[in-house]
């Protein structure tokens, strides 16, 4: 079962502009991670906020937990066109004795140059 | 260069027939993960294992096995039993968490692609 959803599935902005997506989930978490994949590729870990954390920076990316409302975002400021690429956000559920990440759907993410 | 290597990136496989997709990494990680990436339904654990010689299920494991004879080498293999293979599949490793308290960063293989004919 998927635990986290992203929304949109899709985005399409300009270079230059700012890329926000959401991220959703049901069950309590230890942590959020959000992923990137290019297509075809393997996913590479951008950023890990933790459930005790409300934001978070590196680089241009920005990103946001309310766990209250069970959600996060992701912001990429000054998007370029190699920005272009799937974004997964992943939790890890609190308690658990194992070392497991659960994957949301993703968003798809187009900059035009 | 530290990493985890997937082979073959591209495979094809008729009805009724086995394959293995092989899993290597270097990063000394206590754990290794197998996900199925179906489009647009994201990652699915298959399986995953934290130490040597043990390994779990994850949600969709009907059809796979795998084994964790070294630290190194986490090979997935599909089974006949399978009924719709066709899909990427992605390797993964992390270290191993201390005391429950969740996952850690996941590095990922490039990925294998499999065909069913």
Redesign the interface.
């Known amino acids: 079962s998927q635990q986290g959803e992203e929304d949109p599935q899709a985005l399409s902005i300009q270079e230059g502009e700012n890329a926000t997506m959401n991220c959703s989930y049901k069950t309590s978490i230890n942590n959020l991670q959000w992923y990137r994949q290019n297509s075809g590729r393997g996913l590479v870990h951008l950023i890990l906020i933790r459930s005790n954390e409300r934001e978070k920076h590196s680089g241009r990316l920005r990103v946001t937990l309310d766990t209250s409302k069970k959600s996060s975002s992701l912001l990429i400021t000054a998007s370029r066109a190699a920005d272009t690429a799937s974004y997964f956000c992943a939790t890890g559920l609190y308690g658990g004795a194992t070392n497991k990440l659960i994957f949301g759907t993703g968003t798809l993410l187009a900059v035009q140059p | 260069d530290g990493g ?1 290597t ?1 082979s073959p990136k591209y495979l094809f496989r008729k009805e009724g027939q086995n394959v293995t997709l092989s899993c290597e990494q270097n990063l000394n990680h206590d ?1 290794m ?1 197998w ?1 199925r990436q179906d489009p ?6 298959i399986y ?1 294992s ?1 130490i040597v010689n043990d390994f ?1 299920k ?2 969709i494991a009907e059809g796979y096995s795998v084994s964790r004879e070294k630290k190194e080498s986490f090979p997935l293999t599909v089974t006949s039993a399978q009924k719709n293979p066709t899909a ?1 599949y ?1 390797c ?1 490793s ?1 270290t ?2 201390s005391g ?12 294998s ?1 499999l065909t069913v004919l």
């Open positions: 985890i997937q754990a993960y996900y647009g339904q994201g990652l699915r654990l995953y934290q779990q994850g949600d990427f992605l993964a992390s191993r968490t429950g308290v969740g996952a850690n960063v996941l590095t990922f293989g490039a990925g692609r």
